[in-house]
């Protein structure tokens, strides 16, 4: 049985003009157990509609999403989420950022301290517990922020664009800590990017939406397991970005049309 369902799942939200105006519509998903599925289409289609809706943060108009057989009907602690800006609480140390998800939880004062040096530790910052939001860079903060939602142990991970602030070569490196972390953890991840090359570097699978209303419109499956050297330069790297791009390419241009007509409407 896959670990996530999206079933017909279809999302609208008030317009004042056009009294409705639909995200997502009969999107249909399977993603399985342990699975790294990274989500990519044009800006506006409804990538991270489609992330809410599986947060339990909002409800399906149409359709359903289930998590373990079960629906989604709100937040649960099943899931943990990293979003694009780290949302640290700036008079907290890194440890205390961590712990803040466990103290909501019960766990104990002594457990709680020994947890998050535990994951501050996987996420690559033992040595840095005392230091406050402002004495670290921004990777630093990003890796706190995915220690925190790690540490109390959720079955899956979603990630909003959680890279897309950062330069090229602190991005590519905490790429790269991801995929170690995903391979320790054994985590579902469910993770949304507008990067090509980010989607291929990182995901067992790329799901490509549509333009608004954003439907997927392929799933392709990524094997560049067992690759030596940098895999970002081998031919199959390169294979792989070439027909993502290709999927996308109508679809950004739609995008881009829509945006010129609500402009001019």
């Known amino acids: 049985m896959a670990k996530i ?8 939200f008030p317009h004042k003009d056009r009294g409705a105006f639909t995200a997502l519509d009969g999107v249909d998903l399977e993603i399985g157990s342990g699975e790294f599925l990274v989500v990519v289409g044009p800006s506006g289609c409804g990538k991270s509609t489609l992330l809410d809706l599986l947060g339990g943060l909002t409800r399906p108009t149409e359709g359903r999403i289930l998590l373990d057989g079960d629906p989604v009907t709100g937040p649960g602690l099943d899931r943990g989420t990293v979003f694009q800006q780290y949302a640290l609480l700036p008079w907290r140390t890194a440890q205390g950022n961590v712990e803040f998800g466990l103290e909501a939880t019960g766990v104990p004062r002594r457990r709680r301290a020994a947890r ?7 996420v ?4 840095f517990e005392d230091r406050h939001p402002h004495e670290l860079s921004g990777g630093m903060r990003q890796r706190v922020a ?8 959720p079955d899956v991970l979603l990630m909003d664009e959680p890279f897309a602030a950062l330069d090229a070569q602190t991005r590519e490196a905490l790429q790269g800590e991801l995929r ?4 320790t953890t054994g985590k579902t991840v469910v993770f949304i990017t507008h990067g090509i090359e980010e989607a291929v570097y990182l995901g067992q699978r790329v799901a490509v939406m549509t333009s608004r209303p954003g439907r997927i419109k392929e799933v392709v499956p990524v094997a560049l397991d067992g690759h030596t050297g940098d895999v970002r330069s081998s031919p199959e790297f390169a294979r792989y970005r070439h027909e993502i791009w290709d999927l996308l390419h109508d679809e950004v241009a739609r995008a881009q049309q829509l945006e010129k007509e609500a402009v001019t409407a």
């Not at 369902?5 to 609208?12: A, D, M, S």
């Not at 995915?146 to 142990?153: E, V």
């Not at 170690?180 to 391979?183: D, H, K, L, V």
């Open 5 to 12: 369902v999206f079933e017909g799942v279809r999302k609208t």
């Open 116 to 122: 998050a040096r535990e994951f501050l530790e996987l």
């Open 124 to 127: 690559g910052l033992a040595g």
């Open 146 to 153: 995915i220690a925190r939602a790690l540490a109390y142990d």
């Open 180 to 183: 170690r972390i995903w391979e």
